[in-house]
Every structure is written in structure tokens, then in C-alpha cells.
């Protein structure tokens, strides 16, 4: 049986790890904020009628995995990284997309535990039941934003993981579609 001593201590750490989860927590919270006010005003400075925060993948002369600001504009996307600008006008982008990719994982687990419990209440028979394997499956789903345009007469490609902001992908997508559907192109291959 613990003492008063033990349960004094074991408050103690208790109340020390929720205090420290609450101002992680509070951190954590501020810089997001801190995050979201800085792209909104770079947004507002800009002009620009809409931004997200995205994940680069490839395209631009960023590191890959860096954050990086995409903003919509009527005719242009600006995408911004520690203050860098690269501005990618529509009349150059080919196409936009926002895919989404889902992976179906399946994980086979027996039970032990089960087949422990199983064999001693049940025998042989009891164990087989007790420890058969379940089929646990896992969906994990991915989003991106592509952009393909053209570069120097060829085509390049902009690419973000946008899983974080995923319908602001679809949203920039729509934005390009619907001012482009308004200008028809020609295409001769």
C-alpha cells in the first residue's frame, strides 16, 4: 500500500507531464498561428486572391520536403519560400491537377495472448481458435498538386504534397480551369 509520501510524488510528475503537454501544446498552437498570419499578409501584399501552406516535392529551386507558400492570383501562381519568389503565369501552364494516391496496406496479426488462453481453456483446438491471425488493413491516402507548363519550349512540372490543405489543391485547380476554359487553346501535336 503506497504512502502519503508516494502519493505526494506520483502527483507531482503527474501534474508536471500535463503542464508540460499544455505548453507544448500552446507552442505548438503559436507557431501555426504565427505561420497562417505571415502567409496572409504576404497574400494580402501580393494581391493574391488565395494562399496555402504545401509540401515541395519537385519543380522549384527549393529543397524537397520544404514548406513553401503557393498563392493564386487572376493570373498567375506565386509560390514563396524564405522569401523567394517564383511566379508561374497561366498563360504558360499546361495543366493542373490535384491527384489523389491511396495505398492499401494489409497487416496479418496472430494473437498469442489468444492462443495462450485458448490452449488452457480449450486444448490444441482452443489454442488454434484462441491465436488465429486477423487481417488488419490500413489505408493511407496522399494528395498532391501538380502544375505542367512550359518551360523553354519543353514541358516541366511543379509538385507539392498538399495532404495538409488538400481541398485548397482542388481549389487552385478550379481556379486555373475555370479562367482557362474561358480562352481555348490549340494544340498541334
Not at 505548453?23 to 494580402?44: E, T
Request: glycine fraction near 10%; charge should be positive.
Amino acid at each position: 500500500m503506497p504512502g502519503a509520501g508516494d502519493i505526494l510524488v506520483i502527483g507531482i510528475v503527474l501534474l508536471s507531464l500535463l503542464l508540460f503537454c499544455s505548453i507544448y501544446l500552446i507552442v505548438l498552437g503559436a507557431k501555426q498561428v504565427y505561420k497562417k498570419k505571415k502567409r496572409k499578409a504576404l497574400q494580402k501584399k501580393l494581391g493574391a486572391i488565395d494562399s496555402a501552406t504545401f509540401t515541395h516535392i519537385a519543380g522549384l529551386p527549393f529543397a524537397d520536403g520544404a514548406e513553401c507558400n503557393v498563392l493564386l492570383d487572376n493570373e498567375e501562381y506565386i509560390f514563396e519560400r524564405t522569401g523567394t519568389l517564383v511566379h508561374l503565369p497561366f498563360a504558360k501552364v499546361q495543366d493542373v491537377a490535384c491527384k489523389t494516391k491511396k495505398e492499401i496496406q494489409n497487416n496479418y496479426v496472430s494473437s498469442i495472448g489468444g492462443a495462450i488462453g485458448g490452449a488452457y481453456l480449450f486444448g490444441p483446438i482452443g489454442a488454434m481458435i484462441g491465436g488465429r491471425t486477423k487481417k488488419i488493413t490500413n489505408v493511407k491516402t496522399e494528395k498532391f498538386f501538380m502544375v505542367a507548363y512550359e518551360k523553354d519550349g519543353e514541358t516541366a512540372y511543379v509538385a507539392f504534397d498538399c495532404q495538409k490543405a488538400g481541398w485548397k489543391g482542388e481549389k487552385f485547380t478550379k481556379a486555373f480551369h475555370n479562367q482557362k476554359s474561358s480562352t481555348p487553346q490549340q494544340v498541334t501535336l
